[in-house]
């Protein structure tokens, strides 16, 4: 059962650092320039912005790819906005 548990995070965080690969590409197409990375062992997405050096942590514990875009335009929509004009 323990290897399976093992299998089965290893599959998640492949997968929220693939949704992270691809939002960060997104972003810096749209000229937002955030740095983004993903904490497993903590459940956390550290967003860092270029602009003024600020970092944003948004907790993606328990979530999947898609929950934890959400919770990440949830948290960071805003700063995404601004940090765009």
């Known amino acids: 059962m323990e ?5 089965l995070k290893a599959i998640d965080t492949a997968q929220k650092q693939q949704v992270l690969i691809c ?5 810096w ?5 955030a740095r983004l990375r993903y904490e497993p062992d ?4 550290r967003i860092t912005w270029h602009s003024d050096r600020s970092e ?3 907790n993606v514990g328990l979530d999947n790819g898609a ?3 959400y919770d990440i335009f ?3 929509g805003r700063t995404i906005i ?3 004009e």
Request: proline share 0%; hydrophobic share 50%.
């Open 29 to 33: 197409v749209s000229r937002v320039y």
């Open 23 to 27: 939002l960060q590409q997104a972003l």
């Open 82 to 84: 601004e940090e765009a």
């Open 74 to 76: 949830r948290q960071a």
């Open 56 to 58: 944003t942590v948004v």
């Open 3 to 7: 290897e399976r548990l093992k299998r």
């Open 42 to 45: 903590k459940e956390l997405v």
């Open 67 to 69: 929950a934890m875009l």
